[in-house]
């Protein structure tokens, strides 16, 4: 062989350090001693890891070695092998998997876990790692730190998290999956990108968590509108997510109540299925401003979606506060009727035992506030009109 020859003849201290270096490739010797102490060659100088790694796959192993054989070789090459006695049998000649952010010379040691201290490694180091060895700790591979030097930017962990799940790589614990989620989804709502947040949540196995951190982020970034119609993120998630509704409505209830719009916090708990909490809401804050205003027309709305018995029957206080607000709004309505000449005898005398039943129920009605006070007293005063 042409280095051989070049070794016995002592005539590489006169050759090229890159030429060595290229024949000493082209031989499969990584590492090349030449006659004299200053004549060596190595092959894997002044190249990145991944560089490092493919001239022991290409040229340091065989051509019907795998990529674990090649892999392997280069493990020996950054780390350098001991004999049985742990004496140095051969140094580390090629450059270690840091991250590209690293510096060349960095060897710290990080801790991945409460377990186990390890040395920083490049992502595709560790992809590598679980190529050859599938029981490889996946917490390692998808640690921001192996790719980025923000410790808190999971934009690339999580979506590898997610390839990797697709093909069957599952045995990271539960713990730490959900941790992953729980992150990328605090990042994504930081960047306010909540909608997207709420997808993140998703993946979370464990039910009830799931639907914690889902209820949790849209009670957190939702809005309130001018009407209870759904915005365009809502629709994003009822639509595209599957997000029932239900949570939407109930989470901007909530919104609602924290800035006194009484009025919507009444009509999201209605869209939500809180029957009782629109109830309470109707007879704290909005019956007696809108039959005192004489604005009755959504109160009248919002009594008639609580008044069917599957509802109703769920609200302890219904036949004392809303059906009676409900039965006196009807009732004006025929006495309005009465005014324009357009009820019948029959109305009329059905009006009557009407207007006998309400005032002996005006006297249950909770008063809280002079409102509330001045309410009854408009209601009972309609009460007492009796036809010419």
Same mark, same amino acid.
């Given at each position: 062989?042409?280095?051989?020859?070049?070794?016995?003849?002592?005539?590489?201290?006169?050759?090229?350090?890159?030429?060595?270096?290229?024949?000493?490739?082209?031989?499969?010797?990584?590492?090349?001693?030449?006659?004299?102490?200053?004549?060596?060659?190595?092959?894997?100088?002044?190249?990145?890891?991944?560089?490092?790694?493919?001239?022991?796959?290409?040229?340091?192993?065989?051509?019907?070695?795998?990529?674990?054989?090649?892999?392997?070789?280069?493990?020996?090459?950054?780390?350098?092998?001991? +004999? %049985? @006695?742990?004496?140095?049998?051969?140094?580390?000649?090629?450059? $270690?998997?840091?991250? !590209?952010? #690293?510096? =060349?010379?960095?060897?710290?040691?990080?801790?991945?876990?409460?377990?186990?201290?390890?040395?920083?490694?490049?992502?595709?180091?560790?992809?590598?790692?679980?190529?050859?060895?599938?029981?490889?700790?996946?917490?390692?591979?998808?640690?921001?730190?192996?790719?980025?030097?923000?410790?808190?930017?999971?934009?690339?962990?999580?979506?590898?998290?997610?390839?990797?799940?697709?093909?069957?790589?599952?045995?990271?614990?539960?713990?730490?999956?959900?941790?992953?989620?729980?992150?990328?989804?605090?990042?994504?709502?930081?960047?306010?990108?909540?909608?997207?947040?709420?997808?993140?949540?998703?993946?979370?196995?464990?039910?009830?968590?799931?639907?914690?951190?889902?209820?949790?982020?849209?009670?957190?970034?939702?809005?309130?509108?001018?009407?209870?119609?759904?915005? +365009? %993120? @809502?629709?994003?998630?009822?639509?595209?997510?599957?997000?029932? $509704?239900?949570?939407? !409505?109930? #989470?901007? =209830?909530?919104?609602?109540?924290?800035?006194?719009?009484?009025?919507?916090?009444?009509?999201?708990?209605?869209?939500?299925?809180?029957?009782?909490?629109?109830?309470?809401?109707?007879?704290?804050?909005?019956?007696?401003?809108?039959?005192?205003?004489?604005?009755?027309?959504?109160?009248?709305?919002?009594?008639?979606?609580?008044?069917?018995?599957?509802?109703?029957?769920?609200?302890?206080?219904?036949?004392?506060?809303?059906?009676?607000?409900?039965?006196?709004?009807?009732?004006?309505?025929?006495?309005?009727?009465?005014?324009?000449?357009?009820?019948?005898?029959?109305?009329?005398?059905?009006?009557?035992?009407?207007?006998?039943?309400?005032?002996?129920?005006?006297?249950?009605?909770?008063?809280?506030?002079?409102?509330?006070?001045?309410?009854?007293?408009?209601?009972?005063?309609?009460?007492?009109?009796?036809?010419?």
């Amino acid at each position: 062989m042409q280095l051989q020859q070049w070794l016995e003849q002592k005539t590489d201290r006169f050759m090229a350090p890159e030429r060595l270096r290229i024949f000493s490739l082209l031989a499969g010797m990584m590492v090349w001693h030449g006659s004299e102490p200053s004549v060596y060659a190595n092959t894997c100088d002044g190249v990145d890891w991944r560089r490092a790694f493919a001239v022991h796959l290409w040229y340091g192993s065989s051509y019907e070695a795998s990529v674990s054989e090649g892999f392997a070789r280069y493990l020996q090459a950054f780390k350098g092998s001991r +004999d %049985d @006695d742990g004496n140095a049998f051969q140094a580390a000649y090629a450059t $270690a998997p840091q991250p !590209h952010y #690293a510096p =060349a010379a960095m060897e710290a040691d990080r801790r991945c876990d409460s377990e186990v201290d390890f040395r920083l490694r490049d992502t595709c180091f560790h992809l590598l790692r679980l190529y050859r060895k599938q029981t490889h700790r996946l917490q390692r591979t998808l640690d921001p730190a192996t790719h980025t030097p923000y410790v808190l930017d999971y934009q690339l962990s999580w979506p590898l998290f997610c390839v990797l799940q697709s093909l069957h790589y599952e045995h990271m614990p539960a713990s730490l999956v959900a941790r992953l989620h729980c992150n990328f989804a605090a990042q994504l709502m930081s960047l306010d990108m909540w909608p997207w947040a709420v997808m993140v949540a998703l993946h979370i196995p464990q039910a009830s968590l799931r639907e914690s951190l889902v209820k949790e982020i849209i009670t957190r970034h939702c809005t309130l509108g001018d009407t209870p119609d759904l915005t +365009d %993120d @809502d629709e994003f998630l009822v639509e595209q997510l599957s997000i029932p $509704a239900e949570w939407i !409505h109930r #989470a901007k =209830a909530l919104r609602a109540q924290y800035e006194r719009n009484h009025l919507l916090m009444a009509q999201h708990n209605i869209l939500a299925g809180e029957w009782l909490l629109c109830h309470e809401a109707i007879v704290k804050h909005i019956a007696s401003p809108a039959i005192v205003n004489g604005d009755t027309e959504v109160l009248m709305s919002m009594l008639e979606e609580l008044e069917p018995l599957y509802r109703s029957a769920l609200i302890p206080d219904w036949n004392k506060a809303g059906q009676v607000y409900l039965d006196y709004l009807r009732l004006a309505d025929q006495l309005r009727d009465l005014a324009e000449g357009t009820e019948s005898v029959i109305r009329q005398e059905e009006r009557s035992a009407d207007l006998v039943s309400l005032s002996s129920r005006l006297e249950n009605l909770p008063v809280r506030c002079a409102l509330d006070r001045l309410c009854r007293s408009e209601m009972a005063k309609t009460c007492t009109v009796r036809p010419a």
